[in-house]
């Protein structure tokens, strides 16, 4: 440990004392989503189940609710419920990643747990490098920087960050985001056999590389795994215009689905599908679990984005993960489900069999809360249109007419509604989770998934059922929800 990593974990340990009151006495803290305790969290880093504990960690900047000199933060777990926070994995202590320890993930190797991480520095002339760099541990908690092990190619940028890597028939594998000197984003697969040496493979894919057009300035965090028979590369592109109800965030996040040339690095794919319809969410990263399943974090949040207008801002924290959601592949589309253990959080169960919604608006006096999760299963729609608020805050409308699925909130900038939509051709359920101030809605088993943050009224705990034009019938089941840590 240097001197410079110990004085860094020394002030976040006070910064996180110095806050703590004013941190838990935010009404719009979380209940059962990771937070970081104090300042800013974004995207979910080194993934991993690892020797019978889930690791996720997490870029923090604990100093400020605000981006700056990223740590890597620690939550482990057993069984993807309950989390404990450890100390900071990584620090931003050193020459090669003074000004960030940047996205990156995580693999077993010979009993060790290596980190890949994007060290960021600002150089005297304030131009920005970029390092590529590993980390490694034998008992999961405590990190030793062994440097740099791959520096930005000819013909690219400095924007070169957020390795992903991964082994397959004895060969290690990464892929990177990078942005060429045309300003172009691509990913770029490189290939390894000891983890040290790498050598440039070929370009997955990227803006103007093959038949793809312009697709934007520089793709983050890219993710490359084999899903149900199929290589899947998630990746967030930025620079992407709004075209109908897609990308309607500052910056997005979407997948391609194809068949990965290992020896060219080339993905032979199919068109690029946006993977959440809400308003927060950017940067996830997968895993796959002891039980063989493919495990996603996002980050519940966009950068550039109103950050600095969210409320919580003022009680010195920002920004939160997803819950962690299973992958599947159905007919040419990811599915995204919350795993299965989070029953384990449920409690205080309300069912309504059979419940005719009409153009009366209903409420029902169990049926509310902040912290819950609602399961509504459609058993007849006759509707054109049905709609659900929560809390006075956010809407969830199916439009059967315009075959269209709609989240709107008031938004936290300027307390206008606003509103994301998808196609969606019928309604079969909408399994929601609420959380004081964060909403992911499942629909139809997970086909459509929207992610956001909304900041209502702390009193309100309202939920509200109606229709136009026709009536809907459905069963509801709601549970209130434990926390998590
Ligand atoms: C995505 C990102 C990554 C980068 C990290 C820095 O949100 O910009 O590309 O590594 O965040 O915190």
Same mark, same amino acid.
């Given at each position: 440990?240097?001197?410079?990593?110990?004085?860094?974990?020394?002030?976040?340990?006070?910064?996180?004392?110095?806050?703590?009151?004013?941190?838990?006495?935010?009404?719009?803290?979380?209940?059962?989503?990771?937070?970081?305790?104090? /300042?800013?969290?974004?995207?979910?880093?080194?993934?991993?189940?690892?020797?019978?504990?889930?690791?996720?960690?997490?870029?923090?900047?604990?100093?400020?609710?605000?981006?700056?000199?990223?740590?890597?933060?620690? =939550?482990?777990? /057993?069984?993807?419920?309950?989390?404990?926070?450890?100390?900071?994995?990584?620090?931003?202590?050193?020459?090669?990643?003074?000004? /960030?320890?940047?996205?990156?993930?995580?693999?077993?190797?010979?009993?060790?747990?290596?980190?890949?991480?994007?060290?960021?520095?600002?150089?005297?002339?304030?131009?920005?490098?970029?390092?590529?760099?590993?980390?490694?541990?034998?008992?999961?908690?405590?990190?030793?920087?062994?440097?740099?092990?791959?520096?930005?190619?000819?013909?690219?940028?400095?924007?070169?960050?957020?390795?992903?890597?991964?082994?397959?028939?004895?060969?290690?594998?990464?892929?990177?985001?990078?942005?060429?000197?045309?300003?172009? /984003?691509?990913?770029?697969?490189?290939?390894?056999?000891?983890?040290?040496?790498?050598?440039?493979? #070929?370009?997955?894919?990227?803006?103007?590389?093959?038949?793809?057009?312009?697709?934007?300035?520089?793709?983050?965090?890219?993710?490359?795994?084999?899903?149900? &028979? %199929?290589?899947?590369?998630?990746?967030?592109?930025?620079?992407?215009?709004?075209?109908?109800?897609?990308?309607?965030?500052?910056?997005?996040?979407?997948?391609?689905?194809?068949?990965?040339?290992?020896?060219?690095?080339?993905?032979?794919?199919?068109?690029?599908?946006?993977?959440?319809?809400?308003?927060? =969410?950017?940067?996830?990263?997968?895993?796959?679990?002891?039980?063989?399943?493919?495990?996603? =974090?996002?980050?519940?949040?966009?950068?550039?984005?109103?950050?600095?207008?969210?409320?919580?801002?003022?009680?010195?924290?920002?920004?939160?993960?997803?819950?962690?959601?299973?992958?599947?592949?159905?007919? &040419?589309?990811?599915?995204?489900?919350?795993?299965?253990?989070?029953?384990?959080?449920?409690?205080?169960?309300?069912?309504?069999?059979?419940?005719?919604?009409?153009?009366?608006?209903?409420?029902?006096?169990?049926?509310?809360?902040?912290?819950?999760?609602?399961?509504?299963?459609?058993?007849?729609?006759?509707? %054109?249109?049905?709609?659900?608020?929560?809390?006075?805050?956010?809407?969830?409308? =199916?439009?059967? #007419?315009?075959?269209?699925?709609?989240?709107?909130?008031?938004?936290?900038?300027?307390?206008?509604?606003?509103?994301?939509?998808?196609?969606?051709?019928?309604?079969?359920?909408?399994?929601?989770?609420?959380?004081?101030?964060?909403?992911?809605?499942?629909?139809?088993?997970?086909?459509?998934?929207?992610?956001?943050?909304?900041?209502?009224?702390?009193?309100?705990?309202?939920?509200?059922?109606?229709?136009?034009?026709?009536?809907?019938?459905?069963?509801?089941?709601?549970?209130?929800?434990?926390?998590?840590?």
């Amino acid at each position: 440990m240097t001197n410079r990593d110990q004085e860094l974990r020394q002030k976040a340990k006070e910064t996180i004392k110095r806050y703590e009151r004013l941190v838990e006495r935010d009404p719009y803290r979380l209940v059962y989503h990771l937070m970081p305790p104090v /300042g800013l969290l974004n995207d979910p880093n080194g993934f991993i189940d690892w020797d019978g504990t889930y690791h996720l960690f997490y870029q923090w900047h604990p100093f400020e609710a605000a981006h700056g000199p990223k740590f890597w933060g620690h =939550f482990v777990s /057993g069984d993807l419920v309950f989390w404990e926070e450890k100390e900071p994995a990584l620090t931003p202590s050193d020459w090669f990643d003074k000004n /960030g320890c940047y996205s990156g993930s995580a693999v077993a190797d010979n009993g060790k747990l290596k980190l890949f991480y994007t060290g960021n520095v600002k150089n005297e002339n304030d131009e920005r490098e970029s390092y590529q760099c590993v980390a490694e541990s034998e008992d999961g908690l405590t990190f030793t920087k062994k440097g740099v092990i791959l520096h930005v190619p000819d013909g690219y940028t400095a924007h070169f960050r957020d390795p992903k890597v991964w082994k397959r028939d004895g060969i290690w594998y990464l892929v990177i985001g990078a942005q060429t000197k045309q300003i172009d /984003g691509h990913v770029l697969l490189f290939r390894s056999d000891d983890l040290k040496e790498w050598q440039f493979a #070929g370009i997955v894919t990227g803006s103007n590389v093959r038949s793809m057009g312009d697709f934007g300035y520089m793709w983050e965090c890219p993710d490359l795994f084999h899903l149900d &028979g %199929e290589d899947v590369l998630l990746v967030s592109p930025q620079g992407l215009e709004k075209q109908g109800y897609l990308y309607h965030n500052v910056h997005n996040t979407g997948y391609f689905i194809g068949r990965l040339d290992y020896e060219t690095g080339e993905l032979v794919h199919g068109p690029f599908k946006e993977l959440d319809r809400g308003f927060e =969410f950017y940067a996830p990263q997968t895993t796959i679990d002891r039980y063989g399943r493919r495990i996603l =974090f996002g980050w519940m949040g966009v950068p550039d984005q109103g950050e600095e207008k969210h409320p919580t801002v003022k009680h010195q924290w920002i920004h939160a993960m997803t819950l962690p959601r299973e992958l599947k592949l159905v007919d &040419g589309k990811i599915y995204q489900r919350p795993v299965e253990e989070l029953k384990q959080l449920r409690k205080n169960e309300v069912s309504r069999p059979s419940v005719k919604i009409s153009e009366h608006p209903q409420r029902f006096e169990e049926i509310s809360g902040e912290a819950f999760e609602l399961l509504l299963d459609v058993e007849e729609n006759q509707a %054109e249109v049905f709609e659900l608020t929560i809390r006075d805050n956010v809407r969830v409308i =199916f439009n059967r #007419g315009l075959k269209r699925l709609t989240l709107e909130r008031v938004s936290f900038v300027d307390g206008l509604t606003e509103s994301r939509h998808c196609e969606l051709a019928e309604l079969s359920s909408l399994h929601l989770y609420v959380d004081t101030s964060a909403v992911e809605l499942f629909v139809n088993e997970g086909e459509e998934v929207f992610t956001a943050r909304y900041f209502a009224d702390p009193a309100n705990r309202s939920i509200q059922f109606k229709t136009l034009h026709g009536s809907l019938t459905a069963s509801l089941k709601k549970w209130a929800l434990d926390s998590i840590m």
